[in-house]
C-alpha cells in the first residue's frame, strides 16, 4: 500500500553546507512522519555534477528519483532541510485536495520582484503573473498529476542551463524558485493551492519574529531559518528542535 512521503534533500557539497543543523531537521520531519505513518525519504548525493546542476534544483527530479528507489505514494511533500517542523502541526495531506499546494514568498519584496521581472523578459517571452501569487518552493506539495509538470522543468533547465547561471551572477536573482513559479502559474490550469504564513513561516529574522524566546513556534506549523539569518541557520535550528521535543 502507497503511503505519503515527505522527501528532504540534505547534500553536504561544501563548507557552506556543513554543520547547519540539518541533522535537527531531519529528526523533526522523521516525527513528523512518523505521527501520520508518511515515509521519510533524505537524499544525501548528488544525482548530477554540481558544477552543473546545484542541489537545490533536484527537487525537479523528485518523482523520477522516487521511481528509481521504488517507492510508491500517493502524495510528495517536500520540504527545505533548514526547516523545523513543530509537534501540534496538523497532517498536511489531509489539506492539499490533491492539488499542487505552495505558500506565498514573504520577505524581500525588491529580490522577488526583480525575479519575476528577469526571469519573465530573459526567458519566458514576457509573460508574467501577479507578484502575490509567487510562492516559496521551500515547502511543496504534489502528486503524480504533476509528472508533466516536473519533466517540462527538467527540460527547461537542460536548454537554459548556462542562461541561467548567467542571470544569477549578473542580477543576483531566484535559483530554482523562480522557475517553478512561471512553470506553476503558467501551466497548471486550475492554478495551485495557497497555503497558510503557518505552513512556511519564512523570512523570520526580516520579519521581526526571530527571536530567543521562539514565540513564533506557537504561531505556526513549519519553521524555515532562511534569508542568512545570524549567527547561522544551524544556531536556530538546533535551538527551536531542543525547545520543541526534548
Known amino acids: 500500500m502507497s503511503k505519503n512521503v515527505i522527501f528532504l534533500i540534505n547534500i553536504v557539497h561544501n563548507e557552506r553546507s556543513k554543520n547547519q543543523g540539518y541533522d535537527y531537521s531531519i529528526k523533526s520531519w522523521k516525527s513528523y512522519a512518523d505521527k501520520y505513518n508518511c515515509d521519510l525519504f533524505i537524499l544525501d548525493e548528488a544525482i548530477m555534477d554540481i558544477s552543473y546542476m546545484a542541489p537545490h534544483w533536484t527537487k525537479m527530479y523528485i518523482l523520477d528519483i522516487l521511481d528509481v528507489n521504488d517507492i510508491d505514494y500517493e502524495q510528495v511533500l517536500y520540504v527545505d532541510s533548514d526547516t523545523i517542523v513543530t ?7 489531509e489539506m492539499s485536495e490533491y492539488k499542487f499546494c505552495a505558500v506565498p514568498n514573504f520577505g524581500d519584496m525588491d529580490w522577488m520582484l526583480r525575479s519575476i521581472e528577469a526571469y519573465s523578459s530573459e526567458l519566458f517571452d514576457n509573460y508574467t503573473f501577479p507578484y502575490y501569487k509567487y510562492f516559496n518552493s521551500g515547502l511543496m506539495v504534489f502528486n503524480k498529476s504533476h509528472r508533466g509538470l516536473f519533466k517540462s522543468i527538467q527540460e527547461f533547465y537542460t536548454l537554459n542551463q548556462q542562461k541561467i547561471v548567467s542571470m544569477q551572477n549578473t542580477y543576483g536573482v531566484g535559483h530554482d524558485q523562480p522557475v517553478f513559479n512561471f512553470f506553476v502559474n503558467r501551466d497548471l490550469c ?38 542568512g539569518i545570524k549567527p547561522t541557520p544551524g544556531y536556530w535550528i538546533e535551538k527551536t528542535y531542543k525547545k520543541l521535543y526534548t
Open 87 to 93: 509537534p501540534n502541526a496538523p497532517n498536511l495531506f
Open 190 to 227: 486550475d492554478g495551485y493551492k495557497i497555503l497558510g504564513y503557518e505552513w512556511n513561516m519564512q523570512d523570520l529574522n526580516r520579519s521581526e519574529l526571530l527571536g530567543d524566546d521562539l514565540l513564533f513556534t506557537k504561531y505556526g506549523y513549519v519553521c524555515h531559518f532562511n534569508a
